[in-house]
C-alpha cells in the first residue's frame, strides 16, 4: 500500500536526497511511534522541516488526496464507522461515517465501511469503478448490509478480491448469507478473522473458526490482535497459525486435508 513514487522512502535518509522544502513521517500503526521519533531527528539532519503524523497520532483524516502517503490505485471515498467494535480504532478516530466530497478514481477501496455509505454515494463509487479492473475492496465489506441490489452492483464489477469480516462466532452466519448472496468463487472472497481478542482463545476455538470461514465460502486471512499500547510478542505457534492461515496456498492444503470444501 506504501507509496512508489521518486519522492517517497521508507527509513533513513539515502544517500542521495531530492530537494524538498518539507518532509512528511507518516506512521500508521501505534507501535511504530519510537522509531518514527528516531526518523524525525535522522530526516531533520538533511530538511528545515519534517513533520510526525498519520493515524498512530490519532489523525481524524480529512479528504483524501490520491498517491499521498498510500500508492496509486487505492482510494478512501468516505471515513469512520458508525460501530463501535471494541477492537478498533477507526470509530474513536474518525467518528461516525462521512462521505468525502470527491470520489477519486482508483481500483482499491480502503473504506473503512464502504456500504454505510448513503445510496447516492454508492452509485457514484461503483460508477467511477465500473471503468477499473481487477478491483479489490480491502478495506472490507460489512457483511450484514450485503442485499441483493448491492450484490448485483458488485457483480457488475471486474472484481479481483472482496474483503469481508467476521471477527466473532456471531459474524459467521451473516457472512455466509453475504457470500450466498454475492455468488463469488472462493478465490476471490477472503475475509479478515480478528484472533486472540480474547486473550484466553486456544489456538483449537481460532482453528474452529477459520474452518467456519471457509466453509462459509470465503479463504480466511488471519490476523492476531495487537493492542494500541503495547506490543504482544506472540509465540511460535501462534505466529505459525497466523501465517497458515492468511496464505492461500497453505490453507488450500490444510482445507483438503479437513474436508472443508463447500
Known sequence: ML??????F????????????????SVTFSWDIKEAERLLQ?????????????????DPCGEFTPGLYVKPGVVFTSRGCDNQ????EVWKREGRIRELTIVHEGNIIQ?????????????RVFAMLGWQHNIQFSGGLDSRLMTTDLADDLRSLSIGQVFFAADTKGAIEPLRRA?????????????????KFNPDEAI????????????????????LFQPKDKWIDYSGEWQRFARAWSRPPIMKAIAGGLSLRR
Open 3 to 8: 507509496p512508489s513514487d521518486s519522492y517517497a
Open 179 to 195: 457470500i450466498k448472496i454475492l455468488g463469488l468463487e472462493r478465490q476471490k472472497v477472503r475475509c479478515y478473522v480478528l484472533v
Open 42 to 58: 535522522a530526516w531533520l539532519q538533511y530538511y528545515p522541516v519534517v513533520k510526525l503524523g498519520g493515524v498512530a497520532f490519532g
Open 111 to 123: 473504506d473503512n465501511n464502504l456500504l454505510q455509505c448513503s445510496q447516492a454515494h454508492l452509485d
Open 10 to 25: 521508507i527509513g533513513d535518509p539515502p544517500m542521495i536526497r531530492p530537494d524538498a522544502d518539507e518532509v512528511h513521517i
Open 85 to 88: 467494535c471494541p477492537w478498533c
Open 204 to 223: 483449537s476455538e481460532a482453528t474452529e473458526r477459520m474452518e467456519e470461514v471457509w466453509r462459509a465460502g470465503a479463504m480466511p486471512f488471519a490476523q
